[in-house]
Nanobody, 121 residues
Framework: VQLQASGGGLVQAGDSLRLSCADSGRTFSSYVMGWFRQAPGKEREFVAGISRGGSSTRYADSVKGRFTISRDNAENTVYLQMNSLKPDDTAVYYC???????????????WGQGTEVTVSS
């Protein structure tokens, strides 16, 4: 599994952004996928997760109703659609792959390099 995240940038509050995370390997569909983020001076936190087939999703309370995680197993890609962005969403966003349906970082075995999202007020 080799994950490459992209799509970050500088946006204004209220804008939308879509992050992508592509896997160059052949086993993408066998993994639970998650998005995490780390804001400056804070610990990395869970944002969203999606099951192997995409039928189940879960979100942090702080993003529920604004963010949507999805995946395309044919394209080996997971997405994070972020709407109504707030300055508090400013962080480096990481995608991760794991075997457990979990919100815990330690349950994810493979990580992308991170893509930076900055939301100005």
């Amino acid at each position: 599994v080799q994950l490459q995240a992209s799509g970050g940038g500088l946006v204004q509050a209220g804008d939308s952004l879509r992050l992508s995370c592509a896997d160059s390997g052949r086993t993408f569909s066998s993994y639970v996928m998650g998005w995490f983020r780390q804001a400056p001076g804070k610990e990395r936190e869970f944002v969203a997760g999606i099951s192997r087939g995409g039928s189940s999703t879960r979100y942090a309370d702080s993003v529920k109703g604004r963010f949507t995680i999805s995946r395309d197993n044919a394209e080996n890609t997971v997405y994070l659609q972020m709407n109504s962005l707030k300055p508090d969403d400013t962080a480096v966003y990481y995608c991760a792959a794991g075997n457990n349906w979990s919100r815990r970082q330690q349950d994810y075995d493979y990580w992308g390099q991170g893509t930076e999202v900055t939301v100005s007020s």
